[in-house]
């Protein structure tokens, strides 16, 4: 068993370092170049996470409102960290293949969530978007010692 880096994973399966890979990893046809994917068994979502005293999703009542909002209050200069390699990358950087435009914003990846959301308590980011499951995990943890 082997851990590594979230966007080292396909190219290692690809290269034959690895027999088989498990991680949640969008199924697109940039990634099946290089591994062969199971059958999805698992439905990921993106959260945007953000200050506790930010007040601006607060009306927000679906996703399509938190993007709105999102776009709508980012100013040239604004960072979003993110967990490099993952969809949320993409989302935020803008991706042809991926089908997203991108955001108005610094893309700032991290080697995983939890350093993103570090950074962005410690003020160098103004959100952090990565998957659903780690941020639900992540900001329970640090709800908790606050």
């Not at 993409?90 to 108005?104: A, I, N, Q, R, T």
């Amino acid at each position: 068993i082997q851990n590594m880096d979230f966007d080292a994973v396909c190219l290692s399966v690809g290269q034959h370092k690895c027999d088989i890979a498990m991680a949640g990893l969008t199924i697109n046809k940039e990634r099946e170049e290089y591994v062969t994917f199971s059958d999805p068994y698992y439905q990921a979502s993106q959260r945007l996470i953000t200050l506790g005293d930010d007040t601006t999703f607060d009306d927000c009542k679906d996703a399509d409102s938190v993007v709105e909002a999102l776009k709508a209050n980012l100013a040239s200069g604004d960072k979003i960290g993110v967990q490099q390699g993952t969809t949320g990358n993409y989302y935020v950087e803008g991706s042809e293949d991926w089908g997203f435009e991108g955001l108005p914003a610094e893309c700032v990846p991290y080697k995983n969530g939890s350093l993103a959301v570090q950074d962005l308590i410690n003020g160098n980011l103004k959100y952090v978007i990565i998957d659903a499951a780690p941020a639900a995990s992540i900001t329970k943890a640090i709800n908790a010692m606050q």
